[in-house]
Nanobody, 115 residues
């Protein structure tokens, strides 16, 4: 059974940076579309960023210019570099493996932006 494991979350001050990682032991992530979502308290889960197998990327308007999704195929990892963090970025961040297979979600990692 495929498992995704997110890491890198934590507490950061406004304006700070964090880098999230998504790993999937035993699964070659380069063969799949990979995405990041987030869910803030009391809100629905929302799309953050996606990266295709060819390296194409797309972002939610709320994070465009501040967040960068990337892959390290040699390490079999997917990253979300988050810069200029704002309090409204506070949420649980989830990694998702997508097409061409059925969706698989990680357990999430908490990001808290607060002074």
């Amino acid at each position: 059974q495929v498992q995704l494991v997110e890491s890198g979350g934590g507490l950061v001050q406004p304006g700070g940076s964090l880098r999230l990682s998504c790993a999937a032991p035993g699964t070659n992530l380069r063969a799949f579309v990979m995405e990041w979502y987030r869910q803030a308290p009391g809100k629905q889960r929302e799309f953050v960023a996606t990266i295709t197998t060819g390296g194409g990327t797309m972002y939610a308007d709320s994070v465009k210019g501040r967040f960068t999704i990337s892959r390290d195929n040699a390490k079999n990892l997917v990253y979300l570099q988050m810069n200029s963090l704002k309090p409204e970025d506070t949420a649980i961040y989830y990694c998702k493996r997508g097409a061409p297979a059925a969706d698989v979600w990680g357990q999430g990692t908490q990001v808290t932006v607060s002074s």
